[in-house]
């Protein structure tokens, strides 16, 4: 069981499963004390409105924290961080596209390292998804291995991080969008904090989705090649 946990929750369009993923995450029996951390950035829907609801509809003695912060994953992640209380952080979709696996793994974990990253890419994954996809996700493996020598198969999963490492990261985070997992792993190695890839299955590949492949790839892209030139 984990003692304790802070979730970081970037909400933007998910009025239609925030309720159910903060249900999966108070009910869950692997975790003995969560905080809960929503921040809203810019929905078109009525996300903020239903967050706000569910978090009043809760005990008094649920920890739930709504934020706003402007548009983007990025700037909804580092408007978070500030508010975290215990030792150990999990970001993750407001859908749990990887449902309580990460959280299952590092339950059972040593606890030695300091940023466990939920990998698609680690053989024991379990992922079923488009053969466009997976080509997606292996042109940005070569690109970060390359541009920025990171190794790791996939840094856009879930991932819970050492909450002071992660405020000591924090100061150095600029991203605003989708690339800010990338911009956290590269610097939790730029600081010798010790990562490893951990297995996760995915369980919701939501439809609603707010990845838009072409247009964020090729910000990712852009944003690869800028951090790689910045540290050479």
């Not at 292996?138 to 920025?148: D, H």
């Not at 000591?168 to 690339?179: A, G, N």
């Amino acid at each position: 069981m984990i003692k304790e946990l802070s979730v970081i929750l970037p909400l933007h369009n998910k009025e239609h499963c925030i309720e159910d993923t903060v249900e999966a995450l108070l009910s869950t029996n692997l975790i003995e004390r969560i905080q809960i951390i929503i921040v809203e950035n810019e929905s078109t829907d009525n996300s903020f409105l239903t967050a706000k609801k569910v978090a009043s509809s809760m005990n008094a003695e649920k920890d739930i924290t709504i934020l706003k912060s402007t548009k983007g994953k990025g700037k909804a992640i580092r408007e978070g961080i500030p508010f975290i209380k215990y030792e150990w952080c999990l970001i993750t979709g407001a859908d749990l596209p990887f449902g309580l696996t990460a959280i299952e793994f590092f339950s059972k974990s040593s606890k030695k390292y300091d940023l466990y990253l939920g990998s698609k890419g680690h053989p024991e994954s379990v992922i079923s998804r488009k053969f466009s996809r997976r080509l997606y996700s292996q042109f940005f493996y070569i690109l970060r291995k390359n541009f920025l020598k990171l190794r790791y198969l996939d840094t856009h999963g879930s991932m819970i991080a050492r909450s002071k490492n992660l405020r000591e990261v924090s100061k150095m985070l600029t991203q605003d969008e989708f690339f800010i997992d990338t911009e956290i792993v590269f610097n939790f190695e730029l600081l010798k904090f010790k990562i490893i890839e951990i297995p996760v299955t995915l369980v919701n590949d939501d439809m609603i989705s707010t990845v838009r492949p072409l247009k964020d790839g090729l910000k990712m892209l852009k944003e690869t090649v800028i951090l790689g030139l910045q540290n050479k």
